[in-house]
């Protein structure tokens, strides 16, 4: 007579070693385990499911991971510019420094999500130089702020190099 046990035959001359009964007891507490984890798991799986519908329907980017993916959703036209969003200064020096996040803490996304606000409100890139001289405390003032929709020039879906600044916004220093 053939027992079989866990994917193994074992004829019945054959002793049972401890690793063959511990293999078969703890075969039946995964089971239980495996069930009951299997629903659990379905559960939170519809749970996400469930929030990632919603953040994306009626979501907006500040509610990431679970937001709507909207960042990189656009394509443009393989013959259309692309837009790159900037801010760039010019010191009491007369100098040009485009500012970013290395010099004013200021990241490109958080320029394109405020495009509109510095727009209606061109004083708030104040606010910007006000962060460029925390960061630089001995560069000299900014004397002017721009915000500057630059427009990459695109050819079959190729850059050609070319480009142009509109710009969109300026503060001037007060004198």
């Known amino acids: ?26 075969a039946k507490s995964e089971w239980r385990w495996g069930r009951a984890s299997r629903v659990i798991r379905v559960a939170v799986t519809l749970v996400v499911a469930a929030t990632l519908l919603a953040g994306t329907m009626w979501g907006s ?16 036209a393989p013959n259309e510019p692309a837009p790159d969003p900037r801010v760039e200064a010019v010191d009491a020096t007369g100098v040009t420094v485009v500012l970013n996040e290395h010099n004013a803490g200021l990241r490109r996304a958080e320029v394109e999500d405020n495009e509109n606000t510095y727009v209606a409100h061109p004083e708030r890139l104040s606010l910007i130089a006000d962060a460029y001289h925390a960061r630089n405390p001995k560069a000299p003032l900014l004397d002017r702020v721009t915000l500057i929709q630059r427009w990459h020039e695109i050819r079959h879906s190729a850059a050609t190099g070319h480009w142009r600044d509109e710009p969109l916004a300026v503060w ?4």
Do not use: I, K
């Open 1 to 26: 007579m053939t027992v079989r046990l866990n994917n193994r035959t074992r004829l019945d001359s054959e002793q049972p070693t401890d690793e063959s009964a511990t293999t078969t007891a703890s």
């Open 172 to 175: 001037v220093r007060p004198s």
């Open 61 to 76: 980017d500040d509610d990431f991971p679970l937001g709507p993916f909207r960042m990189f959703a656009g394509v443009n």
